[in-house]
């Protein structure tokens, strides 16, 4: 096929030898097969900001670090320099996931390089050598159901203890080859430890997997996974390898209404004493 525009300085350079056909448009990305050298992989290739219609919410972008003071400012501000930096972090933050993830023996496409806003990776291939279906486009016996929900599972425990939740986890983005699930789709990684949505987005993550997975495995639907793993996570006992039993004892304590209600009350009474000093030391000046 044609060289699009954006794989063409990847080809000039020699990271692309033939483009052979273009395999997704989605609302983030194109993606191709390509080929370099004797392998076969893909080219994501990212739209940018104005044609995406996936928003960078805040809510994702939370306790993700920039380390250069110019650049965080600049993202702060909303400069135009601000945006365009904040539009290459938000890329660059599925590059960095792939890399973390892959080393952290999570089941992701091995990265091999992101230039100009085009990711190169593995191509993930089912038993016959064909690009691998997602998962939402297989039919699972209940034994394969069970199994490839371990796997999923197993893999989010890894992607927690690396410090990371994919954050839009579905069957939609999980792809499977000869061997299993393989987790894609990764803009929107969420920082476990610096995002105050963080637990819920987890749970979000591990509940898409069980109403999928229950269709074909019923005695899934009243596990509870992800409140599981958070807890062991929060209280430091979570490990790549932890065996979890999906139960969870959630907790019956009734909350005291009235001793709430004295809470709330103490904080509008200080509060309300703020803003009268506040106002007198605006009246003094």
């Not at 927690?160 to 803009?187: M, Q, R, T």
């Not at 987890?202 to 997975?213: G, I, K």
Request: with cysteine; glycine share 6%.
């Amino acid at each position: 096929m044609k060289t699009p525009k954006r794989l063409q300085p990847l080809v000039d350079d020699g990271m692309i030898d033939e483009v052979l056909v273009q395999l997704m448009s989605g609302k983030e990305a194109q993606v191709y097969v390509v080929r370099c050298g004797d392998e076969v992989r893909c080219a994501k290739v990212f739209k940018e900001a104005k044609q995406r219609s996936f928003k960078q919410a805040v809510q994702y972008q939370e306790g993700r670090k920039e380390r250069n003071s110019r650049r965080s400012r600049a993202m702060a501000k909303k400069t135009r320099y601000g945006q365009k930096e904040q539009e290459q972090a938000w890329l660059n933050a599925e590059v960095d996931a792939l890399y973390r993830l892959a080393a952290a023996d999570v089941r992701v496409p091995e990265p091999h390089g992101f230039v100009d806003g085009v990711l190169l990776m593995e191509m993930i291939s089912d038993a016959d050598g064909n690009v691998a279906p997602r998962l939402d486009e297989v039919t699972l016996t209940q034994e394969q159901a069970l199994r490839y929900h371990a796997k999923v599972i197993q893999d989010v425990v890894r992607m927690l203890c690396a410090g990371l939740i994919h954050g839009d986890l579905s069957e939609f983005n999980v792809l499977v080859d000869a061997e299993g699930p393989v987790i894609i789709d990764l803009p929107q990684a969420v920082d476990a430890a610096g995002n105050n949505s963080a637990a819920a987005m987890l749970e979000r993550d591990v509940d898409n997997m069980r109403a999928y997975f229950g269709r074909f495995a019923p005695e899934l639907l009243t596990t509870h996974y992800g409140k599981e793993m958070w807890a062991l996570y929060e209280a430091g006992k979570l490990h790549p390898d932890s065996k979890l039993t999906g139960h969870f004892e959630f907790d019956s304590h009734i909350a005291n209404v009235d001793e709430l209600m004295e809470v709330i009350d103490d904080a509008k009474e200080e509060e309300a004493e703020r803003q009268a000093r506040l106002r007198d030391d605006d009246d003094e000046d």
